[in-house]
T-cell receptor
C-alpha cells in the first residue's frame, strides 16, 4: 500500500518568514495530493490540493509543488502569520481510494 | 460547501460500556464514509471504510467486533465502540467525499473525543 513520509515533524518560524513542509510517497500510481490544516482539537480542513497532471498550484500565500518523478510534493507558506500555527498533514491517494496521511508537521509561527 | 456533522463531540464512559458515534453528511449523499482514529500528536489512521447498504471494510489490525460500523443510509454512518476500555480512548473522526467522483477531497466531521474511565 501507499506510504507517506512527512518532514519536518516540527517547524518554528518568525512571523513573516516562509515555511516549507515536504512529503514523499511510495505508490507511483497515486495521483491526488491534498494538504490539511488541523488546529488543536478540531477537524482537519483542506487548504490546498494538487493532482498529478499539474506541477504547481498556488492560492494566495499557499502553494504546493509536485515532482512525480521523484515522488515528492511540498507545501509552501509565505508571509506566515500567527494564525497559521497548526498541524499540517499531507496525504496521497489514487482514484477512488481513501487518503494515506503523513505523520503531520506542527508549525509554530512566533509574532 | 460540503458539511459533515459528527455527534457527540465528546463522551466519557465507563469501562465495559458501549458508545455510539454518528456521522452525517448534511448537504450531500455519501455512499462511502471513512472512519479515522487519532492519538494525541499523531496522524490520522484509517480504521475502516463504511459502505452504504453493505459491510464495512476494516483495515488490518482493527477489530470489526470491537468497532461496529453501520451505514444504513446515504447520509448516516455510525461507529459503535463496544465494551470500551481505557486504551480505546482517542479522537475519532469520520469523513466523506461530497463529490463521489475521481480524486475529490475528503471532508471531515468535527471529531469525537472518547474518554474511557
Amino acid at each position: 500500500g501507499e506510504n507517506v513520509e512527512q518532514h519536518p515533524s516540527t517547524l518554528s518560524v518568525q512571523e513573516g518568514d516562509s515555511a516549507v513542509i515536504k512529503c514523499t510517497y511510495s505508490d507511483s500510481a497515486s495521483n491526488y495530493f491534498p494538504w490539511y490544516k488541523q488546529e488543536l482539537g478540531k477537524r482537519p480542513q483542506l487548504i490546498i490540493d494538487i493532482r498529478s497532471n499539474v506541477g504547481e498550484k498556488k492560492d494566495q500565500r499557499i502553494a504546493v509543488t509536485l515532482n512525480k518523478t521523484a515522488k515528492h510534493f511540498s507545501l509552501h507558506i509565505t508571509e506566515t502569520q500567527p494564525e497559521d500555527s497548526a498541524v499540517y498533514f499531507c496525504a496521497a491517494s489514487r482514484g477512488y481510494s481513501t487518503l494515506t496521511f503523513g505523520k503531520g508537521t506542527m508549525l509554530l509561527v512566533s509574532p | 460547501g460540503a458539511v459533515v456533522s459528527q455527534h457527540p463531540s465528546w463522551v466519557i464512559c465507563k469501562s465495559g460500556t458501549s458508545v455510539k458515534i454518528e456521522c452525517r453528511s448534511l448537504d450531500f449523499q455519501a455512499t462511502t464514509m471513512f472512519w479515522y482514529r487519532q492519538f494525541p500528536k499523531q496522524s490520522l489512521m484509517l480504521m475502516a471504510t463504511s459502505n452504504e447498504g453493505s459491510k464495512a471494510t476494516y483495515e488490518q489490525g482493527v477489530e470489526k467486533d470491537k468497532f461496529l460500523i453501520n451505514h444504513a443510509s446515504l447520509t448516516l454512518s455510525t461507529l459503535t465502540v463496544t465494551s470500551a476500555h481505557p486504551e480505546d480512548s482517542s479522537f475519532y473522526i469520520c469523513s466523506a467525499r461530497a463529490d463521489q467522483g475521481f480524486n475529490s477531497p475528503l471532508h471531515f466531521g468535527n471529531g469525537t473525543r472518547l474518554t474511557v474511565t
